[in-house]
C-alpha cells in the first residue's frame, strides 16, 4: 500500500490541525495505521495508532487529551485531528502501516513496511 500524508502548516500554540493519511490500494482497511513524528536531532516517535476496524486505538501519553486518531476506509483515509498544539509538537509527522504488526509492537517504527513522505507541522509560541 502507498500512503500519502498531508495537512501539516504554521499554527501558534493553542491552535488545531487535522493530518491526513491517504492511501492506494484495496487492503488498506486491513492494515493498521500509525503515526509518528520526528523532530530535528529526535528519534522517530510514536504518536497514535488505530487497528483496521477502529475498536483499538492508542495515544501517546505527550499528546493524550489533544489528539485523536481515526478512520474512514470507505475513503482510504487515516487522520489525526491535533488540537491545543504545543512548541514540543513541532516535528515532521509520518504515517506508516502495516498488516502484521502485533498490538504489543505497535510503536515501533521498525515493524512498518509502509510510510508516507512525511508532512511538516510547526508551532509557535
Known amino acids: 500500500v502507498q500512503l500519502q500524508a498531508s495537512g501539516g502548516g504554521s499554527v501558534q500554540a493553542g491552535g488545531s490541525l487535522r493530518l491526513s493519511c491517504a492511501a492506494s490500494g484495496r487492503t488498506f482497511r486491513s492494515h493498521t495505521v500509525t503515526w509518528f513524528r520526528q523532530a530535528p536531532g529526535k528519534e522517530r516517535e510514536f504518536v497514535a495508532t488505530?487497528?483496521?476496524?477502529?475498536?483499538?486505538?492508542s495515544i501517546a501519553d505527550s499528546v493524550k487529551g489533544r489528539f485523536t486518531i481515526s478512520r474512514d476506509n470507505a475513503e482510504n483515509t487515516v487522520y489525526l485531528q491535533m488540537n491545543s498544539l504545543k512548541p514540543d509538537d513541532t516535528a515532521v509527522y509520518y504515517c506508516?502501516?502495516?498488516?502484521?504488526?502485533?498490538?504489543?509492537?505497535?510503536?515501533?517504527?521498525?515493524?512498518?513496511?509502509?510510510w508516507g513522505q512525511g508532512t511538516q507541522v510547526t508551532v509557535s509560541s
Open positions: 506508516a502501516a502495516s498488516t502484521t504488526v502485533i498490538a504489543s509492537a505497535r510503536t515501533f517504527p521498525s515493524q512498518y513496511g509502509s
Open positions: 488505530i487497528n483496521w476496524n477502529s475498536r483499538r486505538t
